[in-house]
């Protein structure tokens, strides 16, 4: 099992900065990706950004040139640098973690922390 804990959530001014991390611990795991998703009232929940083993990344269309997604591997951590918060950014943002065993990949999620973007 893998528990994940997140921090960083809260109010903030359009045009300002949160910066969202999301920590892994359990028994022996080996991470295939990190991510963060995001759900807004009333809609679904979406990618917004992805970093694989690899540290090849990928961003949602809206969050690009903005948002920048970071890995510390020793500290099995992944980072959401937010910039130029926009209202529209307002959602609960969960981390998630896939881990690989032999063929078998498993998915975690984190509580959610909730960002709030005010105009």
């Known amino acids: 099992q893998v528990k994940l804990v997140e921090s960083g959530g809260g109010l903030v001014q359009a045009g300002g900065s949160l910066n969202l991390s999301c920590a892994a611990s359990g028994s022996r795991f080996s991470i295939k990706a990190m991510g963060w998703y995001r759900q807004a009232p009333g809609k679904q929940r979406e990618l917004v950004a992805i970093m694989t083993t690899g540290t090849s990344t990928k961003y949602a269309d809206s969050v690009k040139g903005r948002f920048t997604i970071s890995r510390d591997n020793a500290k099995n951590t992944v980072y959401l640098q937010m910039n130029g918060l926009k209202p529209e950014d307002t959602a609960v943002y969960y981390c998630?973690?896939?881990?690989?065993?032999?063929?078998?990949?498993?998915?975690?999620w984190g509580q959610g922390t909730q960002v709030t973007v005010s105009s």
């Open positions: 998630n973690v896939d881990t690989v065993s032999g063929p078998v990949t498993y998915h975690y």
